[in-house]
């Protein structure tokens, strides 16, 4: 069963770090891109960041220069360390798969990855 699971969510300060995981199982990861969503109630899923199998890396506008997104094949987990973080990053963050391979414009479309996670809730207040 291909799968995705999340962890490393919390309650953080403004300006403070958390490292995300999603650790895969079901399938191999060096086969697939993978991705970071997250979302606010109310409002639509935003794409955060994604990893092709190619060894590209995108990022939200947003979250430039303050997230970084890694895979470790090895272990089968991507990553996502989030930097200097700000009340606006307060959300449910998803990891996301797909085999239809994005590419650095459409990557960020929430309808072409089919397999989501539960979710890890990220807070940032002080």
């Known amino acids: 069963q291909v799968q995705v699971v999340e962890s490393g969510g919390g309650l953080v300060q403004p300006g403070g770090s958390l490292r995300l995981s999603c650790a895969a199982s079901?399938?191999?990861?060096?086969?697939?891109?993978i991705g970071w969503f997250r979302q606010v109630p109310g409002k639509e899923r935003e794409g955060v960041s994604f990893s092709s199998k190619d060894g590209n890396t995108y990022y939200a506008d947003s979250v430039k220069g303050r997230f970084t997104i890694s895979r470790d094949n090895a272990k089968n987990t991507v990553y996502l360390q989030m930097n200097s973080l700000k009340p606006e990053d307060t959300a449910l963050y998803y990891c996301v798969t797909t085999g239809l391979n994005p590419s650095g414009s459409t990557w960020s479309r929430p309808v072409l990855y089919g397999v989501w996670g539960q979710g890890t809730q990220v807070t940032v207040s002080s």
């Open positions: 079901g399938f191999t990861l060096d086969y697939f891109d």
